[in-house]
């Protein structure tokens, strides 16, 4: 498979083009992410669905733009989605045509059931774990949902609803009154399975909502993939969304690119979200984009391996130079320690993955490691790890086995344990990560509240000084080169 691919999203708002760069068989990041607000489907829907000449236009002189950028970035592969506006329109051909003989460009107009699939996709592989779950990408000619259970895609829908599809025919001319009549019968379209109290939201609008209400409610964390919400509790401000004026958006932290179409966009959502019973909102990230890509670097398979993480495999592939034995070591101290610090066993997989991570920060600068390495897990692990457990793998990785201050950590104390459990994951990743500078291969043993820390031949050159600089959360000793 390529290196680098460019997956364009050709939708009717807006032309976006992601640039995803491969660093082993399945692990991948995003190198670039390029946007124009084209508008290919303006006055299309007053029109007959037609496309218009203006528009048609603007779109390939974008799309001329992002051949270059692939070029440069130097993708040996593009794959170009035309969704809404160009599968409705009648004279779509003529313009795929025309992008063909003048670009060389072949764009590929699926239907809205491949669009949904596309999202649920990118949705099932991408975000923290769940079994069900129905998602919602509302774009600007439609809108699609796609049904998951157990952790299997099971159906897929859409509908001819989408914001630049209302606001023509019904915000422009300003008849709300018809609005209503004309939706009710579209959203009657659902299937009754498809009733969630699990809601995905993918798309632009949803994640403007997403991003208003995590800067309301001043969330520390920046990144919207994986954000969530009780709807009740979050409702009433989305409501004053729809109803506010148009130049009081920005109140809401809503940007200026978004103005004319986010009141259609909360209004499908909650329309949509009142009809399959949804509770509870989990914001994506990702979307048809990423399902596309995926779709091409899984198949045949349409999951990744079992415990494989394309985030964490990705950060290990481009900031550590070789394999640590740090998160070994620390997965045998956790299990035979157990009855002392009696944490539960769902945190061997935080502990493993920041004695994974632990290291990348020397990639930067060894002064201040740890601080380096705590950031990038905030910011670039970004798939399959909620943001409970993010925050916890990069604060034990920060704090590495030190004294922790409860002040440190007061921005994000709704995501973390008690101050006893953080003190043990930091101490046993702190300890594991001044025994993997040894060389030697080292075993240990627990009795009479005494850690053994040995080698059977050979005697172990370990950092004493660095030992005794670790704060123990409980009354263990620390024997080094000696059999118990």
């Not at 670009?103 to 669009?115: A, Q, V, Y």
């Not at 769940?130 to 829908?157: R, V, W």
């Not at 509770?279 to 984009?289: A, E």
Request: glycine share 6%.
């Amino acid at each position: 498979m390529a290196k680098r691919t460019a997956v364009v999203d050709l939708g009717s708002n807006s032309i976006r083009m992601i640039i995803f760069e491969k660093t082993s068989r399945y692990a991948f990041n995003t190198l670039q992410e390029y946007k124009r607000k084209v508008r290919i489907g303006e006055n299309a829907y007053n029109n007959g669905k037609v496309l218009q000449k203006e528009a048609m236009q603007r779109a390939e002189e974008v799309l001329k733009f992002f051949k270059q950028c692939a070029l440069k970035h130097k993708c040996k592969k593009t794959f170009i989605i035309g969704t809404s506006a160009l599968r409705d329109a009648p004279n779509s051909k003529e313009f795929i045509a025309k992008i063909k003989k003048k670009l060389g460009l072949n764009i590929r107009c699926i239907d809205g059931k491949s669009e949904s699939y596309f999202g649920g996709l990118a949705a099932l592989n991408l975000l923290s774990p769940f079994q069900n779950a129905t998602t919602l990408d509302i774009g600007g000619g439609s809108t699609e949902l796609c049904l998951i259970q157990n952790n299997k895609i099971i159906d897929c829908i859409s509908l001819d609803i989408g914001t630049v599809r209302l606001k023509e025919l019904f915000y422009d001319k300003g008849k709300f009154d018809a609005l209503d009549k004309f939706i009710k019968p579209i959203i009657a379209q659902i299937p009754s399975d498809f009733c969630n109290e699990n809601l995905i939201a993918i798309g632009g609008s949803l994640r403007a909502l997403s991003n208003s209400i995590m800067q309301k409610n001043s969330y520390p964390i920046k990144n919207l993939h994986d954000f969530r919400y009780n709807l009740k509790d979050e409702k009433n401000h989305i409501l004053k969304i729809l109803h506010c004026k148009m130049n009081a958006l920005v109140n809401f932290g809503i940007k200026k690119d978004r103005f004319d179409t986010i009141k259609e966009g909360a209004y499908i959502f909650l329309k949509i979200a009142d009809a399959i019973k949804t509770k509870q909102i989990i914001t994506s990230g990702v979307g048809i984009r990423e399902g596309v890509y995926l779709q091409d670097l899984l198949r045949p398979n349409k999951c990744f391996p079992q415990n494989f993480n394309p985030s964490l495999k990705s950060l290990e592939d481009r900031f550590l130079e070789r394999k640590t034995k740090t998160p070994n070591f620390a997965l045998q101290i956790f299990t035979l320690l157990q009855k002392l610090h009696k944490l539960k066993s769902e945190y061997k997989k935080i502990l493993f993955t920041a004695g994974k991570l632990c290291h990348i920060g020397e990639y930067i600068n060894f002064y201040f490691s740890n601080e380096h390495s705590a950031y990038l897990v905030l910011e670039g692990l970004n798939y399959g790890f909620s943001h409970k457990e993010k925050v916890l793998i990069a604060s034990i990785i920060k704090f590495n086995g030190k004294k922790i201050n409860p002040y440190a950590i007061e921005s994000y104390r709704q995501f973390l344990p008690q101050i006893h459990t953080l003190s043990w994951l930091s101490f046993i990743l702190g300890l594991s990560k001044i025994l993997s500078t040894n060389e030697e291969e080292i075993e240990f043993a627990f009795s009479n509240n005494t850690l053994y820390i040995y080698n059977q031949n050979k005697h172990l050159y370990l950092p004493k000084d660095e030992l005794k600089k670790l704060i123990k959360p409980a009354a263990i000793a620390i024997a080094i080169n000696q059999k118990p």
